[in-house]
């Protein structure tokens, strides 16, 4: 499987940017596709995960009402919308995919940088 995310760009403090990922090559019913981010200096965090189904399984208590996950499976391809954008989202955001059945991300794309100013 090949992901590559796309949409980051520098946005305004309240702005909205929304981010694509889309996979390539061998994809399955049973994968989980989830966003992640890292800033400058801190760990890695999950953004918000979904499966290919469509159920949003989780949200970072950090962007819940903000940011919803979509997915579109005709086009393979998992989107971030992020609105009320503040300059803590500020990161290199990743999208990853994991079978259902396994517990770690397999499947990385390249990061997409996200620059909130004030």
């Known amino acids: 499987v090949q992901l590559q995310a796309s949409g980051g760009g520098l946005v305004q403090t309240g702005g909205s940017l929304r981010l694509s990922c889309a996979a390539s090559?061998?994809?399955?019913?049973?994968?989980?596709m989830g966003w992640f981010r890292q800033a400058p200096g801190k760990e890695r965090e999950t953004v918000a995960t979904?499966?290919?189904?469509?159920?949003?399984?989780y949200y970072a208590d950090s962007v819940k009402g903000r940011f919803t996950i979509s997915r579109d499976n005709a086009k393979k391809t998992v989107y971030l919308q992020m609105n009320s954008l503040k300059p803590d989202d500020t990161a290199v955001y990743y999208c990853?995919?994991?079978?259902?059945?396994?517990?770690?991300?397999?499947?990385w794309g390249q990061g997409t940088l996200v620059t909130v100013s004030s």
């Open positions: 979904i499966t290919w189904s469509g159920n949003p399984t």
């Open positions: 990853a995919a994991r079978n259902i059945e396994r517990t770690a991300y397999g499947y």
């Open positions: 090559g061998r994809t399955s019913s049973t994968y989980v």
